[in-house]
Structure formats: C-alpha cells, structure tokens
C-alpha cells in the first residue's frame, strides 16, 4: 500500500491495526482487495456471511474479528449503512444532564435566591425540568458565580 493512501486511512479512522489477522483469500488480490482498509475488510466480512453463506464464526475469524465484533459490526451496517463501519469515538458524546437550557435555569434560580443550597436547587431542578442531578454537580456549576458562596479552602493539618 502506498504511504499516501495509508496515511488517509489512518486520517479518516479506517486503518485496520490488525491487517495481519485477516486470512481471507480475497485479500490476497492487493491490487483490489486492501487488508489494511477496515471498511472494505468489515464490509466483505459481513459479504461472505450474507451472500456466500459463509458461516458467523468462519468469516469473523477469516477477517480477523470475534463473532461477538462480527455482531455488533453487523447491527451498526444494519442501522446506519456503511458510515457505520467507520470507527467511531466510545462513550458519551457530551453532556447528558447538564444542557445549556439547565445551566441557564441553575444560574438564574442563584442568582435570584443566593442563599439556595445545592440540594435545594438540585431539588427544584427536578421538579420544575424533571432533571436530576446531584447536589455536589449542582454545587460546581453555580460555585464559579459572582454571587455564589464560595467555601474558604482549609490551612493545612499541622501548619
């Protein structure tokens, strides 16, 4: 593979670290087939089992992959065609809970009340926008506010 179309594959994500685990005979074609492309390698994986009838466990292993991958490879094409071959980032994709609308609803309830503890807050939170958070969440998000109490930082033991 050349470095050009390597370095393009590494920059969209669709570098297969594990070209070397891929046994399939299709790749054995480098002209065509690209070991080290994980879209085409992912895609011609779930080919062989659809359309060539290959079994789960045979193709997985052929293209280096689990059958557990092979499963949620197969639910990701299913649901979002071939953009959900690509790699994407795990985890939370960014705040859940702490939405622009629940900051501007904490920093105003402060702001008018000052003296409003975090569990109160975390309280009305709740129940006017049927969001929970916890209080100590509560407590940093309205502790960088002008008008928020901030807590003295203890001396150190012994000093």
Do not use: W
Request: glycine content about 8%.
């Amino acid at each position: 593979m050349s470095e050009t179309k390597r370095q393009a594959l590494e920059k969209v994500g669709a570098l297969n670290k594990n070209a070397e685990g891929v046994r399939s005979p299709l790749f054995d074609r480098l002209d065509f087939f690209d070991a080290r492309d994980a879209l085409q390698v992912k895609y011609e994986m779930l080919r062989c089992h659809e359309v060539d009838g290959l079994p789960i466990s045979r193709a997985a292993e052929n293209f280096g992959y689990t059958r557990q991958a092979y499963y949620q490879i197969r639910d990701a094409f299913a649901r979002e065609g071939v953009a959900g071959l690509a790699r994407k980032k795990r985890g939370r994709k960014g705040p859940v809970k702490c939405t622009p609308a629940v900051l501007a609803f904490l920093v105003q309830e402060k702001q008018r009340e000052p003296e409003l503890t975090g569990v109160e807050l975390a309280a009305r939170l709740l129940t006017e926008k049927g969001v929970k958070l916890h209080r100590r969440t509560v407590e940093k998000i309205v502790a960088g506010l002008p008008s928020g109490r901030r807590r003295k930082k203890k001396p150190p033991r012994g000093g």
